[in-house]
């Protein structure tokens, strides 16, 4: 089986979902992994789905055929697993230009792979001062863990850290 890496973006409206799993499934396609989300009136999403190499060149074009959505693929075959352990932390500090890039900064000097980043502004209680909030999934070597947690930590005085496995 193959993969098809899908990325989509367009004016949000009802029933994107049910015609892009119509066309996966009419491609015999089998949805694998996804993350949709509603972004200031805009629909972007990412799917991950399998086929068999006969299908997935079908699914490709019905898929870029689609009105009103700009959608990208790539063909890609299952990642062999990694040896590096997969962790998540959860981010908090006062928000502030540039915290993304700085935090993607020091996981990538200190060997991580960043796997998913998902990250909010929000209001911190009593002072409604804005809260920058993140979950960082990241590959690393346990040996260099701590070396990175304590890489972000010193980051900013106010960047908070807490792991799990």
């Known amino acids: 089986m193959d993969h098809l890496v899908i990325s989509l973006v367009g ?3 009802p029933g994107i979902v049910d ?3 119509a066309i996966i499934q ?3 396609g089998n949805w694998q992994n996804s993350s949709l989300h509603h ?3 805009t629909f972007a999403g990412v799917i991950e789905v399998s086929a068999s190499a006969n299908d997935i060149q079908a699914l490709d074009s019905a898929l870029k055929q689609l009105p009103d959505l ?7 075959s299952p990642a062999d697993s990694d040896e590096q352990a997969a962790i998540t932390l959860e981010l908090t500090a006062n928000d502030r230009q540039g915290i ?5 900064s020091v996981i990538h000097h200190q060997g991580g792979n960043l796997i998913k980043l998902v990250s909010k502004q929000g209001a911190a209680p009593h002072t409604g001062q804005t809260m920058f909030n993140a979950k960082a999934k990241i590959q690393v070597n346990q040996t260099q863990l701590d070396e990175l947690i304590c ?8 960047l908070m850290v807490d792991i799990s496995q």
Do not use: R, W
Not at 70 to 76: A, E
Not at 100 to 104: H, L, R, T
Not at 151 to 158: M, P, R, T, V
């Open 11 to 13: 004016k949000d409206q």
């Open 19 to 21: 015609k892009l799993s």
């Open 26 to 28: 009419q491609h015999q």
């Open 39 to 41: 972004l200031t009136g």
């Open 70 to 76: 700009q959608v990208q693929t790539q063909i890609t």
């Open 100 to 104: 993304v890039q700085d935090i993607a």
């Open 151 to 158: 890489a972000l930590e010193n980051l900013a005085d106010d």
